[in-house]
């Protein structure tokens, strides 16, 4: 398995632009999470779900941040519109269930300026 | 939320030492414990897990010890190498809920 992949590898933009990352989960596996990784603030978890349903979204900054898993195979975490502060590395998990270690992709790196 | 803290930011050790690298809990509830690996420009790699109805779990150079009196959780790595060199997190569960992570501990390995 090719493990979860993420896109792009890197991403910079201009205040004020809409920006959209990726996540491909490894096959079979019916969980799915979006974390932030910041020095200050560590690994946030922002939202995850089950069988492609959102169920805890309380992480999510606020309404600026957007996310959706059409299929089993894909899932998107939007922001509109981007700021400075949402710079951060992005990472997308997966796991067959709750209590079984994560499986990361290997980030999104976001520069706002 | 929960706490989940490393006593040492950065550690240093020589090729061939052994490293521990600790962290702390504080919900004595967490039933739970991951170690990851994070190397520079990667995502966080699963090392080894423990959960709280054991005090000790081996690996391949590493182990784990889970001190539930002082919720203290330990990673042991044997015979350091210089890929071992990366930041490393625990992690902590409680009942199936969502992991929390602690700022992590930077490993050097001097050749």
């Known amino acids: 398995d090719a493990g979860v992949i993420q896109s792009p590898r890197h991403e910079v933009t201009e205040m004020g632009q809409e920006v959209t990352l990726r996540c491909k989960p490894i096959?079979?596996?019916?969980?799915l999470f979006w974390y932030r990784q910041t020095m200050m603030r560590g690994l946030e978890l922002l939202i995850y779900?089950?069988?492609?349903?959102?169920?805890?979204d309380s992480g999510m900054p606020e309404d600026r941040f957007s996310a959706k898993m059409p299929n089993a195979s894909f899932s998107t975490l939007k922001i509109q519109p981007s700021e400075p502060r949402d710079s951060a590395v992005y990472f997308c998990?997966?796991?067959?269930?709750?209590?079984?270690?994560?499986?990361f992709g290997n980030g999104t790196r976001l520069t706002v300026t | 939320g929960e706490s989940v803290g490393l006593h040492l930011p950065t550690l240093s050790v020589q090729e061939g030492d052994n490293s521990i690298i600790n962290c702390a809990y504080s919900?004595?509830?967490?039933?739970?414990f991951i170690w990851y690996k994070q190397e520079s420009g990667k995502g966080p790699q699963f090392i080894i897990d423990?959960?709280?109805?054991?005090d000790k779990r081996q690996g391949q150079r590493v182990t784990v010890l889970l001190n539930k009196t002082v919720k203290h959780l330990s990673l042991q790595i044997a015979a350091t190498q210089p890929g071992d060199s990366a930041v490393y997190f625990c992690?902590?569960?409680?009942?199936?809920?969502?992991?929390?992570f602690g700022t992590g501990t930077s490993l050097t390995v001097i050749p």
């Open positions: 779900f089950n069988n492609n349903v959102p169920i805890d």
């Open positions: 919900n004595s509830a967490s039933d739970y």
């Open positions: 998990a997966s796991s067959p269930d709750r209590v079984t270690p994560l499986h």
């Open positions: 096959s079979g596996h019916d969980y």
């Open positions: 423990i959960r709280s109805n054991m």
């Open positions: 992690a902590e569960n409680i009942a199936g809920n969502q992991f929390y």
